[in-house]
C-alpha cells in the first residue's frame, strides 16, 4: 500500500528553525510530484513548497527564502527546512503526493511557534 507519513514537527520560538519529513512507502516514488500543505484551525489549507520530479521547486510567498522543500530519491523521503518561523507558521503540515489519478496524503504534523 502507498502510503506517506510526516514526522518532525513541535513547538519552536519565534525565529527558531524545524525540519519535517514525510516518508514514502510503496512504489514509483520517482514518478509523484511532492509538496507540503499548511491549515491551521479556522484557515482554508494552503500549499507550501512544491517539489516535481525533476526537483524543480516553488513555495508560497509567504515562506520564501525561510522554507525550503527537498527530495531524497534513494531513501523516498521529502524535507521541509523551515528557517526564522513566526508566530504565523503555527499551523498542522501535511504531506502530499501526486501523480496520474493518484494522490497521497499523510495524517499531519503540528507545527507551533511562539512569539
Known amino acids: 500500500q502507498v502510503q506517506v507519513a510526516e514526522s518532525g514537527g513541535g513547538l519552536v520560538q519565534h525565529g527558531g528553525s524545524l525540519r519535517l519529513s514525510c516518508a514514502y512507502s510503496g512504489s514509483a516514488f520517482v514518478h509523484y510530484t511532492m509538496a507540503w500543505y499548511r491549515q491551521a484551525p479556522g484557515k482554508q489549507r494552503e500549499l507550501v513548497a512544491v517539489?516535481?520530479?525533476?526537483?524543480?521547486?516553488n513555495s508560497a510567498v509567504s515562506v520564501k527564502g525561510r522554507f525550503t522543500i527537498s527530495r531524497d530519491v534513494a531513501r523516498e523521503m521529502v524535507y521541509l527546512q523551515m528557517n526564522n518561523l513566526k508566530p504565523e507558521d503555527t499551523s498542522r503540515y501535511s504531506c502530499?503526493?501526486?501523480?496520474?489519478?493518484?494522490?497521497?496524503w499523510g495524517l499531519g504534523t503540528q507545527v507551533a511557534v511562539s512569539s
Open positions: 517539489i516535481t520530479t525533476i526537483g524543480t521547486t
Open positions: 502530499n503526493g501526486r501523480w496520474s489519478n493518484t494522490e497521497l
